[in-house]
């Protein structure tokens, strides 16, 4: 037997019978990662976790495989939820995750085994939590994993997974909710319209600060368009750089992976981002021109992400010194780089306009104000809403 068949083994046998486990899966790079981590989360019958960048986060939740709480990050808003869901092991597949709130919530429960696999030497622990490190392919290691599991005993009073599903299914209600009422636009709004919305075949590029949050948090998982759970997802997490974003979208519209459209067509890539983040790459632009980009622009004239920091209290120092504050428009620099433009108010006129223009097979800038004080308010409404209810 071979040490790694061996340690596989110690594995199986370490998570036999744990009940109150959870399946973490940070980023993952193909459709075929993402589908040995449903069959894995099946076979242990774990509630899924899956972050952003899993290419899980969009597929249909709560169905037998599907992941219990794509809505993780609001569900773990409730100090209740926190203590009474606690896991006893987890396993993490893939790279890094966006959500802050599950990272507190694992260092302060500190579940053990905790196994993170992910084809990268490098330790993902910054809290000093995991106890198994496996460099490993992530559907190799899945399916390996599952050969050697048991069956999940049937437990009667059993209420670990349904927890976690009762738990996203109200925070589900709360976004439906607010998403039906809504009669201007937001940024939470945005992440999930455009989630609603994408064009079949295509990919997501999520700005640093918060584009890769909000969509984190509020994209609306659905299986509508048949292509979950596939779409890939991706987002700078190494640094979190706000630096060539613009230029990514590019790469990803052209760039060979495993879901590439067929043929020479090039793949539709929503890129949603904040207006640092475009200015930052503006030159970028010119890349666009032949690839079907949508950029997304979210303008709320500054660092939106400083809001939600201790510093914002301080106003003498905040302003002039963190949240870069400007009144640029896009719309000369998308006459600049021949990119049609548009800016809708309303998110029917949003709705209208993404759908059109990301199915185009041309690129576009859409750009939406909003405002950082009451976009912080607002998620703070919302997490409110979340933890009652
Ligand atoms: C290259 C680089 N420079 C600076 C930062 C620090 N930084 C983090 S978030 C942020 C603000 C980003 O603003 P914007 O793109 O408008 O997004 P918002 O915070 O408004 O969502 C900055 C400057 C960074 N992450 N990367
Ligand atoms: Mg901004």
Same mark, same amino acid.
């Given at each position: 037997?071979?040490k790694?068949?061996?340690?596989?083994?110690?594995?199986?046998?370490a998570?036999?019978?744990?009940?109150?486990?959870l399946?973490?899966?940070?980023?993952?790079?193909?459709?075929?990662d993402?589908?040995?981590?449903?069959?894995?989360?099946?076979a242990?019958?774990?509630p899924?976790?899956p972050?952003? +960048?899993?290419?899980?986060?969009l597929?249909?939740?709560?169905? +037998?495989?599907?992941p219990?709480a794509?809505?993780?990050?609001?569900v773990?808003?409730?100090?209740?939820?926190?203590e009474? &869901?606690?896991?006893?092991?987890?396993?993490?597949l893939?790279?890094?995750?966006?959500?802050?709130?599950?990272r507190?919530f694992?260092?302060?429960h500190?579940?053990?085994?905790?196994?993170?696999?992910?084809?990268?030497?490098?330790?993902l622990d910054?809290?000093?939590?995991?106890?198994?490190?496996?460099e490993?392919d992530?559907?190799?290691? &899945?399916?390996?994993?599952?050969e050697?599991?048991?069956?999940?005993a049937?437990?009667?009073?059993d209420?670990?997974?349904r927890s976690?599903k009762r738990?996203?299914?109200?925070?589900?209600?709360?976004l439906?909710?607010?998403?039906a009422?809504?009669d201007?636009?937001?940024?939470?709004?945005v992440?999930?319209?455009?989630?609603r919305?994408?064009?079949p075949g295509?990919?997501?590029?999520?700005?640093?600060?918060?584009?890769v949050?909000?969509?984190?948090?509020?994209?609306r998982p659905?299986?509508d368009?048949?292509?979950a759970?596939?779409t890939?997802?991706?987002?700078?997490?190494?640094a979190?750089?706000i630096?060539?974003?613009?230029?990514?979208?590019?790469?990803?519209? +052209?760039?060979? &992976?495993e879901?590439?459209?067929?043929?020479?067509?090039?793949?539709p890539?929503?890129?949603l981002l904040?207006?640092?983040?475009?200015?930052?790459?503006?030159?970028?632009?010119?890349?666009?021109?032949?690839?079907?980009?949508?950029?997304?622009?979210?303008?709320?004239?500054?660092?939106?992400?400083?809001?939600?920091?201790?510093i914002?209290?301080?106003?003498?120092?905040?302003?002039?010194?963190?949240? +870069?504050p400007?009144?640029?428009?896009?719309e000369?620099?998308?006459?600049?780089?021949?990119?049609p433009y548009?800016r809708p108010?309303?998110?029917?006129?949003f709705?209208a306009a993404?759908?059109?223009r990301?199915?185009?097979?041309?690129?576009?800038l859409?750009?939406?104000?909003?405002?950082?004080?009451?976009?912080?308010?607002?998620?703070?409404r919302?997490?409110?809403? &979340?933890?009652?209810g």
């Amino acid at each position: 037997m071979t040490k790694r068949e061996q340690r596989l083994d110690a594995l199986a046998d370490a998570l036999a019978g744990i009940r109150r486990g959870l399946v973490v899966c940070g980023r993952l790079d193909s459709g075929a990662d993402a589908r040995a981590a449903l069959r894995l989360t099946e076979a242990l019958d774990w509630p899924l976790v899956p972050d952003a +960048t899993a290419r899980l986060r969009l597929a249909a939740e709560g169905s +037998t495989a599907g992941p219990a709480a794509p809505y993780a990050d609001l569900v773990l808003a409730s100090g209740a939820f926190r203590e009474a &869901c606690a896991p006893e092991a987890v396993i993490h597949l893939g790279g890094r995750t966006v959500s802050k709130r599950l990272r507190l919530f694992l260092k302060k429960h500190r579940p053990a085994p905790c196994v993170v696999a992910r084809p990268d030497a490098r330790r993902l622990d910054p809290d000093h939590r995991v106890s198994d490190h496996v460099e490993t392919d992530v559907a190799p290691f &899945c399916n390996a994993l599952i050969e050697r599991l048991d069956a999940p005993a049937e437990r009667e009073g059993d209420d670990w997974g349904r927890s976690w599903k009762r738990a996203n299914a109200a925070v589900a209600r709360v976004l439906d909710d607010f998403a039906a009422g809504a009669d201007g636009l937001s940024e939470p709004l945005v992440a999930r319209l455009v989630s609603r919305h994408r064009p079949p075949g295509g990919a997501f590029v999520l700005g640093s600060s918060m584009p890769v949050r909000d969509f984190n948090r509020y994209a609306r998982p659905d299986a509508d368009t048949g292509d979950a759970p596939r779409t890939p997802v991706f987002a700078n997490r190494g640094a979190s750089g706000i630096d060539g974003t613009v230029a990514t979208a590019a790469g990803v519209c +052209t760039g060979r &992976c495993e879901i590439a459209p067929e043929g020479d067509q090039q793949r539709p890539v929503t890129l949603l981002l904040g207006d640092l983040a475009v200015l930052h790459d503006l030159g970028a632009l010119a890349l666009l021109r032949e690839r079907p980009v949508t950029v997304v622009a979210l303008n709320n004239g500054g660092g939106g992400i400083f809001h939600f920091l201790p510093i914002a209290e301080r106003e003498e120092v905040f302003e002039p010194h963190f949240t +870069t504050p400007h009144e640029r428009s896009f719309e000369q620099a998308a006459a600049m780089f021949d990119l049609p433009y548009e800016r809708p108010t309303t998110p029917e006129a949003f709705t209208a306009a993404y759908r059109e223009r990301s199915r185009s097979g041309a690129p576009a800038l859409i750009e939406v104000r909003t405002d950082r004080r009451e976009n912080r308010a607002l998620h703070e409404r919302l997490e409110s809403r &979340c933890r009652s209810g």
